[in-house]
């Protein structure tokens, strides 16, 4: 009989190929296992030792806890999911050092570091899960593992030069009571039903996220540091991925970030210093509430009859209420430029502030062009007025102007707007 590890190579060659019967066969194989007493808790061991290797080639090549696991749930589904979570939790505990303290943090958000030998038996009666469809799963995860490609390298990985010395991105004293304001103005924004009240908690939000920006720009021109501009991946899954793309760009673009979409991988890259990098986070988290919960009102407010398929409506819908909250975030941080550089001229005698921020936007597209050097344009088509007028309505009533009472320009019908680059 074959040993083990063969009976798991045999069992993932089959699943890559298209003969479906012999997959099933492979499968087989792997259930009668190696014909010993343990033969299989042995295949068990194999496929988590295999699993355990192909996630630590995953970290150098760009991958981060979140993303395998967002990945893993996008592609395979939830048992997939938590199955890689435990083998990420198995991976720690032979990881080499240094491992560095956002990775730890990011890991714990997603599972416990319980100390199992027998992780698969342990995840297949956590699951409900016959011998079958165990080994099924497992072997599908295992297959997805190893098929990733390279991606952008964010942040220096476990067990390399600089994992623990670098600055986390995004960190930018996230913790820190201003953003704490923030994060509560914006839970208000999202639970109230009352727009009056929505835009100005989300105003408010907008206005200390932008001096909070300023100020940690001043803080680091005057510290000198040696930091260059860091990453984040948000979520832009399905359904209408490319809307959600669209709203990060906005917000990213309104807080001197620049993104990339990477359609088929279900995420966005955004890049940026730390303090803004937070702020997009927060805002596209809560503006994507906000959006849905106005596309859900708009829907049951259409003319009855009107003929026109819900999808269609809903992306014409979201793709106009990305491009408004864009150029009313961008008015804001404008407002909140020009008035913290008048007080820094002064303050200082001279002009100070406009220098720095020119200097990190244009590290930021430096740090693009290095990671990105392939990066083309995608235009995003709008096939519903109706929808479009909507949600250019839904994003006025949710205004981040916070620069004054202007009106707000109109957004024509069917723009030539091109959205986040995909790779």
């Known amino acids: 009989m074959p040993d083990a590890d ?32 343990d033969g299989a808790t042995a295949v068990d061991a194999a496929l988590l030792a295999r699993l355990v290797r192909g996630l630590s080639r995953l970290w150098p090549r760009g991958w981060q806890p979140a993303d395998v696991d967002r990945i893993a749930n996008r592609r395979l589904g939830s048992r997939a999911a938590l ?60 297959a997805l593992v190893e098929s990733l490609p390279p991606i952008a390298v964010l942040r220096p990985p476990p067990g390399t030069t600089g994992a623990v010395t670098a600055r986390p991105a995004g960190a930018a004293r996230s913790g820190s009571p201003m953003l704490d304001r923030v994060r509560a103005l914006l839970a208000k924004a999202e639970s109230t039903t009352f727009p009056a009240e929505a835009e100005a908690l989300t105003a408010k939000a907008q206005e200390l996220i932008a001096r909070h920006s300023i100020d940690e720009a001043l803080l680091a021109a005057g510290a000198e540091r040696g930091d260059q501009p860091g990453g984040v991946r948000l979520s832009t899954d399905t359904p209408y991925a490319g809307a959600k793309a669209l709203l990060v760009q906005e917000v990213a673009a309104a807080n001197r970030c620049e993104a990339v979409w990477s359609d088929d991988l279900g995420f966005t890259t955004v890049l940026g210093w730390p303090a803004d990098l937070v702020a997009v986070e927060l805002l596209y988290t809560s503006l994507l ?50 008035a913290a550089d008048r007080a820094a001229t002064e303050t200082a005698g001279a002009e100070r502030l ?70």
Request: no cysteine; charged share 30%; glycine share 8%.
């Open 354 to 423: 406009l220098p720095v921020l020119a200097a990190r936007g244009e590290a930021v597209r430096e740090r693009l062009d290095t990671l990105f050097p392939g990066v083309t344009r995608h235009r995003l088509s709008v096939r519903d007025a109706e929808g479009w007028s909507s949600g250019t309505s839904a994003a006025d009533r949710a205004s981040l102007d916070v620069g004054g009472g202007r009106k707000p320009r109109q957004v024509p019908g069917g723009p030539d707007r091109r959205p986040p680059g995909r790779r």
């Open 289 to 338: 509430v906000q959006a849905t919960a106005a596309m859900l009102r708009g829907r049951a407010e259409r003319r009855s009859g009107s003929g026109r398929r819900t999808k269609v409506w809903d992306e014409s819908f979201l793709n106009a209420f990305a491009l408004r909250i864009g150029e009313r975030l961008r008015t804001a941080t404008e407002a909140a430029t020009d």
């Open 83 to 142: 199955l890689v979570r435990a083998a990420m939790a198995a991976q720690r505990r032979t990881q080499a050092e240094p491992v560095p303290a956002w990775w730890d943090d990011q890991l714990r958000a997603l599972t416990t570091d319980v100390r199992d030998d027998d992780v698969l038996a342990s995840w297949t009666i956590a699951e409900g899960l016959d011998r079958a469809d165990a080994l099924r799963t497992a072997v599908d995860t295992l």
């Open 6 to 37: 063969e009976l798991v190579a045999n069992a993932l060659a089959a699943v890559r190929g298209t003969d479906v019967r012999q997959a099933e066969r492979q499968l087989d194989q792997l259930m009668v296992g190696t014909g010993a007493a």
